[in-house]
């Protein structure tokens, strides 16, 4: 099944909580201790994280699935949470440790229905050392949605192609919100 319903479901609401988290990290460097569950942005502004995954040219692994490390649980569980819903909805890359990508931006899509499914203040993205892409899941009261800009809002989900089905997109909004 695709994953393009759900992401049609979220991507309002986790495309205006990006651009409110946008607004309070902007382009700050970062730091993160996993250990610690935290991300700390120009050594001033701390957060609270998780890892969600990374995504390469090839494929996207999530971080409890990482053979490599081992991240405390605390770190990666919403990834196992999210899971669940995918098992629910058949949504193999939700669940599967591992995804071929197939030339998808599997992160941003799985960024988009995390956000929704897990009701995440955010989700951040950035390039790894080496090439790829890690995904975290922010926490911070500055993160608290302000009123909506929805013309702003809507030019930009617009922009990004990211919506299929505007009615769903909607319906879904003004549901959530």
């Not at 309070?24 to 250990?35: A, H, I, M, S």
């Not at 949470?81 to 990508?101: F, I, K, N, Q, V």
């Not at 599997?106 to 955010?122: E, K, M, T, W």
């Amino acid at each position: 099944m695709s994953l393009q319903s759900h992401v049609d479901r979220y991507a309002i609401l986790a495309f205006e909580k990006q651009l409110h988290a946008y607004e309070v990290v902007g382009d700050r460097g970062w730091e993160v201790d996993l250990e610690a569950g935290k991300i700390v942005f120009d050594g001033d502004l701390e957060m609270g994280v998780v890892l969600l995954g990374t995504e390469d040219d090839h494929s996207w692994i999530w971080g409890w699935a990482d053979p490599d490390e081992d991240f405390p649980d605390t770190v990666v569980a919403p990834g196992r949470a999210l899971g669940d819903y995918g098992r629910e909805h058949d949504l193999p890359p939700l669940y599967e440790p591992e995804t071929d990508a197939h030339g998808e931006p599997l992160l941003d899509r799985i960024g988009v229905i995390a956000s929704g499914v897990l009701a995440l203040q955010a989700t951040y993205h950035a390039p790894l050392d080496g090439g790829g892409r890690v995904l975290f899941a922010l926490e911070h009261p500055s993160l608290a949605l302000p009123p909506t800009d929805t013309d702003r809002l809507f030019k930009i989900v617009r922009e990004s192609g990211f919506v299929q089905d505007w009615d769903a997109a909607l319906a879904a909004y003004r549901a959530n919100r």
